[in-house]
Structures are given as C-alpha cells and as structure tokens.
C-alpha cells in the first residue's frame, strides 16, 4: 500500500499536471490553427495533416463555368458560405496583424496558410467583372442529409450577385478580408499582397456602389437565410471594408470615407456586438488606433463606442448596460453558438488593450478607471474558461486536455474516413451516424465548439448543434487570443 505522505504528493503533482494543460497556450494555439484544414473543401495538398479527409467539392462552379474549388466549410455541414468565410479570413489575418509577432515561426506560417485557403477561394468569387459569387451549396438540401464531404452528391447550387444588384455586406466584409489579408502578407509574399489589396478595392467599389443587402436579393433569400441572413443591415460591413482599407493603404480617402459616413450607415448603433453579421464593436476599435496614436480627433465618436463597449464588459462599472456572463463566468449571449461570442471579445480585449497600453492611455468607466491591464485579465479568463478552467472541467477545444468533447456536431468527423469505409456512403445511411452515441471516430483537432449553456452545463450530444457545433468563425479570433496568451502567460 502507498504510504499516504506519498499518495498526497501524487495527487498534488497530478492537480498540478492538470491545471498546467489548462495553461499549455502554445499547444492550443497550434490546434486552434491545424482545425482549420479539417474545414478545407477542394483538392487537399500532400502536407495535409489531418488526414481522415480528402478532397471534395471538385466541380464547384461549373455552372458559370468558374473554377469555385476550395475555400472552407463554414460549421459541420458542406456548404461554402461567402460571408462568414470572408469573416473568418478577416479575422485569422487580423490576429496575425496584432499578434503574429509573437506567434512562433512554425505557426505563424501555418496561420497564413490557413489564411491563404480561404482568400484564395475568395479572389475567385470576385473573378468576374461586376459580379460575387456568394455562396456553393444548397442548405436544405445539405442539411437534409448526414454525408461525408468527401461523398457528397447534394446540389452544388452556386449563388452569384450580379450588378446593379446588392451584396454590400458580402462584398464589404471580402474588401475587409482582402485588406486585412494583404497586410499579413506583406512581408512573406509582397506579390500576393499586392493582389489582394488590388481586389479589396475592387470588391468595396462593388459594395459601396450597389448598396443593400445579398440576403434583399430573393433569388438568394431563401437559400442563405436563415443561416447567414443579413439581420444587422449592410451598413457596418460598408464602414468595415472602409476602415480595414484606411488601415492598410493609409489612402486619406478611406479616412474620408469613415469620418463621414460614420452617422448615416449608423456607426454608433449596436456598437455592443461583434460577429460575422454586426461589425460595430470590432470596427470601433479597429477605427480607434488611429485616433489614440495618431490624434486624429474626428474619429473621437468611434474611440467613444469602443470604450463603451469595453464598459460593458466590466462588472463593477456604471455602465448602463452590462454584458451577461454565466455563473463561471463565461461571456453568454442567447442564440446558440456561444463560444463566438466569447472567443470574438475576448480577441477585442486584447486588441484594445494593446492600443491603450501603446499610447500609455486609459479609459473611465464611470468612477472606474480601467487600463490594459484589466482587459487582458478579462481575455485571460475566457481563454482559460474555454481550455477547461470551468464548473464542469472540460475543455471546449477538441483534442486539446485529456477531457473533451467527443461527440461534435460536424458530418466529417462523425462518419468514418474514406480511408477506414472507402464505400460511398449515401444522404441517409449516415444518420445510423448521427443518432449513435458513439463518439466521433475522426478527431477534429481544434475545434471549438459552441459551448455550455447559461448555466455552464453542456452535454456532449452530438444533435445538440447549438452546444456542439464548431464553426470557422469561433477558431478565428482565438488564434489571436492565444497567440497573445502564449506569449504573454501571466498576463496583467
């Protein structure tokens, strides 16, 4: 028998060795990064690491006779979504703007591949003159079946915006993903940059020029809505294409463009959210680093809606609106898919805290004074939440800690791999699948899935999307999070 000086030791170092992979930010970070292949449509390179998948989507576009291959799939399902892709690309090259410093050299390339996948398949969306291609893939169709990417034989329906009809939000968030992308690669691939630059400009022209929403369009409706709905208007996504493109030209322009447009495409409305839909928060602190480092004062109103924003977050603030958070303290918004909520402030805390920190400012909160400081512990604790620091000890990233969820919602991963079941399997001999409570027999390193409820509960049911769903859009601003976290441990 163990003496039991002893076996309490073992427990110590065991509670240590736990509580140290909670903290372990550079191995969440390279998976945050390597979940992004196991999303690849198209035909997959020989580097490819996750190797339970193959190539699919090969004849994406022939109907316009346009090379539409690759690019992601936006959740667990396999249709191409233009605006949360362009989003997620905005996003990843956003973290890699701020953070990728501090990223090793081995992941920071990894991130700009990651990046590449998705602007390279969305340079070809904007490939014909006065025209974006919006989305590949019919959702009813899609959804009605439980597949295999690698098998699929639902339409491959491709939706195209012609002008002089709109798609502004579409086109704004490509021009935002195109700028932000050229300034991530403007050391390693000038050329490419270039590239992309040249089509930010050209997709916002498309934007800003036949303004309204792609969703306003009823041959694309009923085919992106109710999942990517434009809900919060085009507006934000005009002023977002405008300010990523002032960001990476420095075109007084852009500058124009921001400073008077602000109060007719509603700068300071719903400035309390961020995501692939509603802009404002994000772009309010994106706009505000111009104004803290370089006194530009017309752009005072965005630094306003930052801060308060960033007011919203603190708990002992007069603000008058707070943000809800759960029990254990996870960021919650209703809806579903939570943990994009989460993942996408958190990245934001940073963002902001590192304006501030640089021009040695601080921000007031009613009587409260907050500094850099405060926003990194926020971010710290969704980060540490998310890695498994919460009531139930799991950590919402798969494949990363040895407690995870096993059963996600997402048809590659919950179907074996055509390597393991080279036989087709068709649109419903997949449910046996789906309705099994067997866990996923691919692991899709990374993931994040959507997360625990209000109560910080979540069960790992695989028909549970709202709970147990990854989508691109989560992984994205995490990989700026923990890129930062990573180097940055203790952070305060």
């Given at each position: 028998m163990m003496p039991a000086a002893a076996a309490a030791l073992l427990l110590l170092a065991a509670a240590a060795a736990a509580e140290a992979s909670y903290l372990d930010y550079g191995d969440a970070l390279s998976k945050s990064i390597l979940f992004f292949e196991g999303q690849r449509s198209g035909y997959l390179p020989q580097d490819q690491r996750l190797t339970w998948r193959g190539n699919s989507g090969l004849g994406d576009g022939w109907t316009y006779d346009a090379d539409l291959t690759g690019g992601y799939y936006d959740a667990g399902d396999n249709v191409k979504f233009g605006f949360p892709m362009a989003f997620t690309a905005t996003l990843l090259a956003w973290s890699v703007v701020e953070f990728g410093d501090l990223?090793?050299?081995?992941?920071?390339?990894?991130?700009?591949?990651?990046?590449?996948?998705?602007?390279?398949?969305?340079?070809?969306?904007?490939?014909?003159?006065?025209?974006?291609?919006?989305?590949?893939?019919?959702?009813?169709?899609?959804?009605?079946?439980?597949?295999?990417?690698?098998?699929?034989?639902?339409?491959?329906?491709?939706?195209?915006?012609?002008?002089?009809?709109?798609?502004?939000?579409?086109?704004?968030?490509?021009?935002?993903?195109?700028?932000?992308?050229?300034?991530?690669?403007?050391?390693?691939?000038?050329?490419?940059?270039?590239?992309?630059?040249?089509?930010?400009?050209?997709?916002?022209?498309?934007?800003?020029?036949?303004?309204?929403?792609y969703s306003d369009n009823l041959d694309i409706r009923d085919h992106v809505c109710p999942f990517y709905c434009d809900f919060d208007g085009y507006q934000d996504e005009l002023l977002w294409g405008a300010a990523w493109l002032r960001r990476a030209t420095?075109?007084?322009?852009?500058?124009?463009?921001?400073?008077?447009?602000?109060?007719?495409?509603?700068?300071?409305?719903?400035?309390?959210?961020?995501?692939?839909?509603?802009?404002?928060?994000?772009?309010?602190?994106?706009?505000?680093?111009?104004?803290?480092?370089?006194?530009?004062?017309?752009?005072?109103?965005?630094?306003?809606?930052?801060?308060?924003?960033?007011?919203?977050?603190?708990?002992?603030?007069?603000?008058?609106?707070?943000?809800?958070?759960?029990?254990?303290?996870?960021?919650?918004?209703?809806?579903?898919?939570?943990?994009?909520?989460?993942?996408?402030?958190?990245?934001?805390?940073?963002?902001?805290?590192?304006?501030?920190?640089?021009?040695?400012?601080?921000?007031?909160?009613?009587?409260?004074?907050?500094?850099?400081?405060?926003?990194?512990?926020?971010?710290?604790?969704?980060?540490?939440?998310?890695?498994?620091?919460?009531?139930?000890g799991i950590s919402y990233m798969v494949g990363y800690s040895a407690y995870y969820p096993l059963r996600i919602h997402h048809r590659g991963s919950s179907l074996p791999s055509t390597k393991d079941h080279p036989q087709f399997i068709a649109c419903k001999e997949g449910s046996i699948y789906f309705n099994s409570s067997d866990p996923n027999p691919n692991v899709l390193v990374g993931a994040l899935v959507g997360g625990p409820g209000e109560d910080d509960e979540y069960e790992d049911d695989r028909v549970d999307f709202r709970k147990s769903e990854p989508t691109t859009y989560i992984n994205a601003p995490f990989v700026g999070v923990l890129a930062y976290l990573n180097a940055n441990p203790n952070a305060s």
């Open positions: 990223m090793p050299p081995t992941e920071r390339r990894n991130a700009l591949v990651a990046i590449r996948w998705a602007t390279d398949y969305l340079l070809k969306t904007v490939s014909q003159p006065n025209r974006i291609f919006v989305q590949v893939g019919d959702p009813s169709t899609d959804h009605n079946c439980w597949e295999r990417p690698e098998d699929m034989d639902t339409a491959r329906t491709v939706f195209a915006v012609d002008a002089p009809n709109p798609a502004s939000d579409v086109a704004g968030e490509t021009a935002a993903a195109f700028a932000a992308s050229s300034m991530a690669f403007q050391s390693s691939d000038p050329g490419y940059s270039d590239t992309l630059l040249k089509n930010a400009v050209k997709s916002f022209e498309f934007a800003d020029s036949y303004r309204g929403a420095q075109d007084e322009s852009y500058l124009n463009y921001i400073q008077n447009n602000g109060k007719t495409l509603g700068a300071d409305e719903n400035i309390n959210e961020f995501g692939w839909d509603n802009k404002h928060a994000g772009l309010n602190v994106l706009v505000s680093k111009e104004f803290l480092e370089g006194n530009v004062y017309s752009l005072q109103s965005y630094k306003s809606s930052a801060d308060s924003f960033m007011c919203t977050l603190i708990p002992d603030s007069s603000s008058s609106t707070h943000i809800q958070y759960t029990p254990g303290g996870l960021i919650y918004k209703p809806g579903g898919s939570n943990l994009q909520h989460a993942t996408s402030i958190a990245f934001l805390l940073l963002v902001y805290a590192n304006y501030l920190s640089a021009t040695s400012q601080s921000m007031n909160c009613g009587s409260v004074s907050v500094g850099a400081a405060t926003l990194h512990q926020l971010a710290k604790r969704q980060a540490d939440y998310i890695l498994g620091e919460n009531p139930k």
